[in-house]
């Protein structure tokens, strides 16, 4: 955003000097954007005494960028030079503060780009363990107390070089064990200690075991023995988890070793286990894993010996569905913009539930106050993985206009106001809403003399082409790139293209500056594989799910977004909208890209249905609302109370309209009603994937 200055007139009568108005100063440059670091964050440390960040070239204003100024902490700012990358001198270990600035020719400042993070080098230090002896078969505690110069993150042991697993830990920074040893004289416990930018020391410990003095007691005790759980509230995304450990015990409290332990749940059908360690270690402790995608209540029971040991733990699963007006959000990129149609504000809606987890697929759209004046891009959309949802907005007519959000039909609260101010456009000056950018290759192969030629299409603010502007490229990775200046003077149609290589692999980042304006960025990858290689079809497995691969500038309607399902019968399943998509599936995770040959070596199947039990359904000519089945069977809902007694009260916001036009995807069966129930969840739990539901 521009800044405006008013000046007024004056003299200045007690020393004689007139003095005469100043000149409007120019604005200062766009901040850097994207400062991070290139060595990977750990528990928010980076190990290493001298870290390298880099950044995004910063947007020139009014006058080309001269060089970046750095400064960490409390320093002074040092001139790095124009560049994208910096690696810091030498700093103690502790947490840091990083300041980044860019100046322009006439020494504007912009804003800073901060970021924080911690360096740490220094490996902890372990003590002796406590105690050093101990009795055969007798239930044992061992303690350490590690130090570090800032902070124990967690430990880690062996018994006889078997690995254990983590140990726990007091409020007084003691780590300790409890374990049992079945055999006598010396045997040994290695402890690892780890700080939080996981550098670690190791320290091995003898222990003497002397004979013990009477028989041990071989009988499994229900009150002696634990269930605990890392967490009893989760999320029901099937990706949340906890750890449950049991410990068996006998009557005297001693452990037993090597003892298989099972866990059941309450609600087998809905819940996972992963059995982690099943058999009971030096301690008498069995790990296992668990998660759902079902919100409610599971009641898990370990057992050994076919005997429940303890009453069990209850872990909750929480519904994740409904949207909080309270922790859903939004932002605005900027908040005055220039009433062109040219210049854009971003809004960024990020969606959340009561317990501010964030909530993908779910339907955003913005509403305008101007709506006859303004243009909205990409309204209504879904929600992505991160549940966000991304709008652009600009307008041909000055004033002010206020957004506002809605979402599943719930308004928020944050309404969104945007100043479109008045201002004649300049003809001859390239705009960063109407120039494109665009690489006829995105993947080659490093050091073997294939480019990619990028073309620059440069246009003004009326989405005129201009002709004799001097365009430049910029590479993230100069040192290995090299970039041709092909025609870098725009022709009468506005073009001018480069072509680009590089000796080794990875992926530049080109940024294409025009008359000292920032137009847009084209990003290539080099490999030594030449990119992404295609995938055969005999790698295709049944139940995969393929796209074609996308070039970067293709539209949000381009036919490489089409994704399709992989069914045993080998042919590629089409999903007619979104929301059956969203059924099977809570993202694009698993997707893989192939090549048109791999993708046409599929032949088209038949249409996705929904998953049975998760949505109702109507088609758009009827309003008959039904329930999916299995095999894509519909049966009609014959009631109201019918629909709430399976879906609730809020059973209406499950239902999705179908277009005649794939009628024939689905059959039809015999009608819901008292006499033939319905039941979503087994429904749906008999069909966890597409394969099971024949395709």
């Known amino acids: 955003m521009k800044k405006h200055y008013h000046f007024i007139l004056g003299i200045l009568f007690a020393t004689g000097i007139a003095l005469s108005a100043p000149s409007p100063a120019l604005a200062a440059p766009y901040r850097p954007t994207s400062l991070e670091s290139t060595v990977t964050l750990v528990n928010g440390y980076r190990p290493t005494a001298t870290p390298s960040v880099n950044w995004n070239h910063a947007q020139a204003n009014e006058l080309p960028i001269s060089h970046y100024e750095f400064k960490i902490d409390d320093g002074a700012y040092v001139n790095i030079g124009y560049t994208t990358n910096y690696t810091t001198p030498s700093l103690q270990d502790g947490r840091h503060t990083f300041y980044l600035r860019?100046?322009?020719?006439?020494?504007?400042?912009?804003?800073?780009?901060?970021?924080?993070?911690?360096?740490?080098?220094?490996?902890?230090?372990?003590?002796?363990?406590?105690?050093?002896?101990?009795?055969?078969?007798?239930?044992?505690?061992?303690?350490?107390h590690p130090l570090d110069n800032i902070e124990i993150k967690h430990c880690t042991y062996s018994i006889n070089s078997v690995f254990q697993g983590e140990m726990d830990v007091n409020s007084n920074w003691d780590f300790f064990i409890q374990a049992i040893f079945s055999g006598t004289g010396t045997q040994y416990i290695r402890t690892v200690c780890y700080d939080l930018a996981d550098n670690y020391t190791g320290t091995d410990h003898m222990i003497s075991i002397t004979p013990q003095s009477t028989p041990v007691d071989t009988t499994v005790s229900s009150i002696n023995s634990l269930v605990n759980a890392s967490k009893t509230t989760l999320k029901s995304d099937n990706y949340d988890s906890a750890v449950i450990s049991v410990t068996v015990r006998n009557a005297a409290g001693q452990p037993f070793v090597g003892k298989t332990v099972s866990l059941q749940s309450s609600r087998p059908n809905q819940d996972v286990i992963f059995n982690s360690s099943p058999v009971t270690n030096a301690s008498g402790v069995a790990t296992f894993t668990v998660r759902s995608s079902t919100a409610g209540s599971s009641l898990y029971r370990p057992v050994v010996e076919n005997s429940y040991v303890t009453d069990g733990i209850t872990i909750v699963y929480e519904d994740l569905s409904n949207v909080s007006k309270t922790y859903s959000s939004t932002f605005v990129n900027k908040t005055s913009v220039n009433a062109n149609n040219s210049d854009y504000a971003t809004i960024t809606i990020t969606v959340r539930n009561s317990s501010n987890t964030t909530l993908p697929n779910k339907l955003v759209t913005l509403e305008s106050t101007r709506p006859s004046y303004d243009n909205i891009v990409s309204s209504p959309t879904y929600t992505n993985s991160s549940g966000q949802a991304t709008f652009t907005v600009r307008s041909w007519v000055a004033g002010t206009s206020v957004y506002r959000p809605i979402i599943d039909g719930l308004y928020l609260n944050n309404d969104i106001s945007v100043y479109y101010y008045s201002t004649a456009v300049d003809t001859n000056a390239p705009s960063t809403y109407y120039s494109t950018v665009s690489p006829n290759k995105s993947y080659l192969i490093a050091n073997s003399g294939e480019v990619s030629i990028?073309?620059?299409?440069?246009?003004?603010?009326?989405?005129?082409?201009?002709?004799?502007?001097?365009?430049?490229?910029?590479?993230?990775?100069?040192?290995?790139?090299?970039?041709?200046?092909?025609?870098?003077?725009?022709?009468?149609?506005?073009?001018?293209?480069?072509?680009?290589?590089?000796?080794?692999?990875?992926?530049?980042?080109?940024?294409?500056?025009?008359?000292?304006?920032?137009?847009?960025?084209?990003?290539?990858?080099?490999?030594?594989?030449?990119?992404?290689?295609?995938?055969?079809?005999?790698?295709?497995?049944?139940?995969?799910?393929?796209?074609?691969?996308?070039?970067?500038?293709?539209?949000?309607?381009?036919?490489?977004?089409?994704?399709?399902?992989?069914?045993?019968?080998?042919?590629?399943?089409?999903?007619?909208?979104?929301?059956?998509?969203?059924?099977?599936?809570?993202?694009?995770?698993?997707?893989?890209?192939?090549?048109?040959?791999?993708?046409?070596?599929?032949?088209?199947?038949?249409?996705?249905?929904?998953?049975?039990?998760?949505?109702?359904?109507?088609?758009?000519?009827?309003?008959?609302?039904?329930?999916?089945?299995?095999?894509?069977?519909?049966?009609?809902?014959?009631?109201?109370?019918?629909?709430?007694?399976?879906?609730?009260?809020?059973?209406?916001?499950?239902?999705?309209?179908?277009?005649?036009?794939?009628?024939?995807?689905?059959?039809?069966?015999?009608?819901?009603?008292?006499?033939?129930?319905?039941?979503?969840?087994?429904?749906?739990?008999?069909?966890?994937?597409?394969?099971?539901?024949?395709?």
């Open 102 to 144: 860019a100046v322009d020719t006439a020494n504007h400042v912009s804003e800073d780009t901060i970021l924080e993070f911690g360096t740490d080098i220094q490996s902890p230090t372990i003590g002796q363990i406590s105690p050093t002896t101990a009795v055969q078969n007798a239930f044992t505690t061992f303690t350490i």
């Open 454 to 695: 990028i073309t620059v299409l440069v246009k003004n603010g009326n989405n005129v082409p201009l002709s004799g502007k001097t365009v430049t490229l910029q590479s993230n990775r100069s040192a290995y790139d090299t970039i041709i200046n092909n025609s870098p003077t725009t022709n009468s149609q506005g073009y001018a293209s480069f072509y680009v290589r590089s000796t080794q692999p990875g992926t530049s980042t080109y940024s294409v500056i025009a008359d000292n304006v920032w137009l847009s960025n084209a990003t290539v990858t080099y490999s030594n594989a030449g990119g992404v290689s295609p995938v055969l079809p005999s790698n295709i497995p049944p139940g995969s799910l393929i796209k074609l691969e996308c070039p970067p500038y293709a539209g949000v309607n381009d036919a490489c977004r089409a994704v399709y399902f992989v069914g045993s019968d080998n042919k590629r399943h089409a999903f007619s909208h979104s929301k059956i998509y969203f059924s099977w599936y809570t993202d694009f995770g698993t997707v893989q890209s192939v090549n048109g040959v791999t993708m046409s070596s599929f032949m088209i199947g038949k249409n996705m249905g929904y998953r049975p039990g998760v949505r109702l359904v109507k088609f758009t000519s009827s309003p008959v609302v039904y329930a999916v089945s299995s095999n894509n069977m519909l049966r009609a809902i014959t009631s109201e109370a019918v629909a709430k007694n399976i879906y609730g009260a809020g059973w209406a916001k499950k239902i999705d309209d179908i277009s005649d036009a794939f009628m024939g995807d689905y059959q039809f069966g015999v009608a819901v009603d008292s006499n033939n129930p319905f039941n979503p969840t087994l429904e749906s739990a008999n069909k966890p994937n597409p394969l099971t539901n024949g395709y």
